[in-house]
């Protein structure tokens, strides 16, 4: 017996790193294939990148100046890859793909080890190639990282209390070390979101007795040996972080508009919508059925509707509102529509075909709604190559729609669903890659041509300035910090605690620089800042380097 067992977790083992080995190649297709977009990626490499050059990794800085927007985890990681492989656009992201895979595999086992091994498949698969997880992939934010640990805190809690695993100390220990982690990525929402899930579900079950065993001595000194090292080494360097981190980046973040994110309440419905094709129709119908066993306080549903709608509503009323946030929506509604569909198909229930039509209503309303705004979109991003993969998206849609007809009326047919998956899934996630750069070159453009111009000519002494607007990839490409003319933006509280610093300038005595230095000055431009200083002002400047969005100018 115990050779059977040991044998089957050999399978088991070489089976889940086979997933991971697919699950890898899925996530690195064309993963360097976009320049760092500014600001957001050209932050999470610049403030890293710092952090090598100096050799302080208790004090994150951008472009020299302190910034305590976001604990340092996920810099110390990107610094390790920096020290390791260097910067470039696919070094810089192998982290995404890291915890993209992480996050499949966790709902894999989640999936195989409590229902069954084809829940555990569809359910990796689904939230492997549902578009707002997979669009997050390729993107150097925080967001998916924190989403994965959130999670993964949440996986752990479902199987310590709600399955009541045989392993509940050892993954009591785990989840305490998860939600540390997390909150050393992001802040303290990587423990106020799993354990405001937590609350609700045992309000809604009245499991009060719980509350005792959650507060687990071991677990909380695990989760402060974690969290409180960096927070005291930061806060004992720097007296200013304590009051701007925890009351300004977390409660105030949240119950002001202070950074002007505000959206409606409604906000992130349409993005869910949207963001889980092409898998939304059957979600929706899984999430019929646990909001049907959540009124009857079947536990483990509870749990659910409490992880997604708790979630939900736990951002719709904040007063600050980005896409990213509801990321950790995303696995739990995967698990959930990959049972829906596997035990569909097992027992021949109605929820697949009504799965199925909504899917094709959605696919439908989807290809009415790009035609609709085909024109808007053309204005948004002029290439002729853009047109060409909205005219492919819409048969895509089109195409999956037939397909799904066919599935409906051949009776749950397994290989006709597998055929579509594998089509939409491919199709969604190439033109993915293919439209990001057109929209990343005409929304987000890259400075790295300007970039690598002034790195060519510069040399030891000479001046680097941006004009009226932190270009966060230029650093990076340039691999020097730079000063700034007349703004201040994100970098206002560095510069606050700063006075002595020589990153700010005002316009006036820039250009009194300009004319009276003896040193050689580069200042980077967008086109139409150029247009409109020299328009007014004749003041003696050479072109060094230019493209379509930006200029280089230097004094001498």
């Not at 996530?27 to 302080?56: C, K, L, Q, W």
């Not at 306080?297 to 509870?302: C, I, K, L, T």
């Amino acid at each position: 017996m115990e050779k059977q067992q040991i044998e089957s977790r050999i399978k088991g083992v070489k089976f889940l790193l086979f997933l991971a080995v697919i699950l890898s190649a899925f996530f690195s297709y064309e993963i360097g294939n976009r320049h760092f977009a500014d600001p957001d990626e050209g932050r999470y490499v610049e403030i890293p990148r710092e952090m090598v050059v100096t050799g302080d990794y208790i004090t994150p800085k951008l472009d020299d100046l302190k910034y305590f927007e976001k604990p340092v985890l996920f810099y110390w990681m990107q610094a390790a890859v920096i020290k390791t492989l260097g910067i470039n656009e696919t070094s810089m992201r192998l982290w995404l793909i890291v915890f993209a895979v992480l996050g499949c595999l966790a709902v894999f086992l989640v999936g195989a080890q409590y229902y069954s091994g084809a829940v555990g498949l569809f359910s990796a698969g689904i939230l492997a190639t549902n578009i707002l997880y997979y669009a997050h992939s390729r993107l150097i934010i925080l967001d998916l990282v924190n989403s994965v640990l959130i999670c993964s805190v949440l996986w752990c809690f479902f199987a310590i209390f709600i399955r009541e695993s045989k392993h509940r100390n050892l993954l009591m220990i785990l989840m305490y070390a998860l939600s540390a982690i997390a909150c050393l990525t992001k802040g303290l929402i990587g423990a106020v979101l799993p354990g405001f899930v937590a609350c609700l579900w045992i309000l809604f079950t009245n499991n009060w007795k719980k509350i005792p065993e959650m507060l687990n001595p071991w677990g909380l000194t695990v989760f402060f040996a974690i969290f409180l090292p960096w927070h005291v080494a930061v806060s004992i360097k720097n007296p200013d972080f304590p009051y701007f981190y925890f009351i300004g980046e977390h409660f105030l973040r949240y119950t002001t508009k202070m950074h002007d994110r505000y959206q409606p309440c409604w906000f992130f419905l349409p993005i869910l919508i949207a963001g889980f094709l092409p898998w939304t129709g059957f979600a929706l119908v899984a999430l019929k059925n646990t909001l049907k066993k959540f009124v009857k306080f079947d536990s483990e549903n509870v749990f659910f509707a409490c992880w997604i709608f708790g979630i939900l509503g736990f951002y719709s009323f904040a007063n600050s509102k980005l896409i990213p946030y509801i990321l950790p929506i995303v696995p739990p509604l995967a698990l959930l529509t990959g049972k829906c569909i596997v035990n569909s198909i097992e027992q021949n229930s109605l929820d697949f075909k009504y799965g199925s039509w909504m899917n094709v209503v959605l696919l439908i309303a989807a290809c009415a709604a790009c035609v609709t705004a085909k024109s808007q979109i053309s204005n948004i991003l002029q290439n002729v190559n853009v047109m060409l993969l909205m005219q492919a998206f819409l048969g895509v849609l089109v195409i999956s729609a037939v397909i799904l007809v066919f599935a409906i009326y051949r009776k749950n047919d397994r290989l006709l669903l597998m055929f579509w998956f594998v089509f939409i899934s491919a199709n969604l996630m190439w033109i993915v890659n293919k439209a990001a750069p057109y929209y990343q070159n005409e929304k987000k453009p890259t400075t790295k041509r300007m970039a690598e111009a002034v790195r060519m000519n510069r040399v030891d002494g000479d001046l680097v300035y941006c004009y009226k607007r932190y270009y966060q990839d230029f650093p990076v490409y340039l691999n020097s910090t730079v000063g700034n003319v007349d703004f201040v933006g994100e970098l206002e509280f560095g510069a606050n605690a700063d006075k002595n610093n020589d990153k700010i300038i005002t316009e006036t005595d820039f250009w009194k620089l300009w004319n009276s230095t003896n040193k050689r000055i580069f200042l980077l431009l967008s086109r139409k800042d150029y247009r409109e200083v020299f328009a007014e002002k004749s003041i003696s400047h050479k072109i060094l380097d230019f493209d379509e969005h930006f200029i280089v100018i230097t004094n001498r």
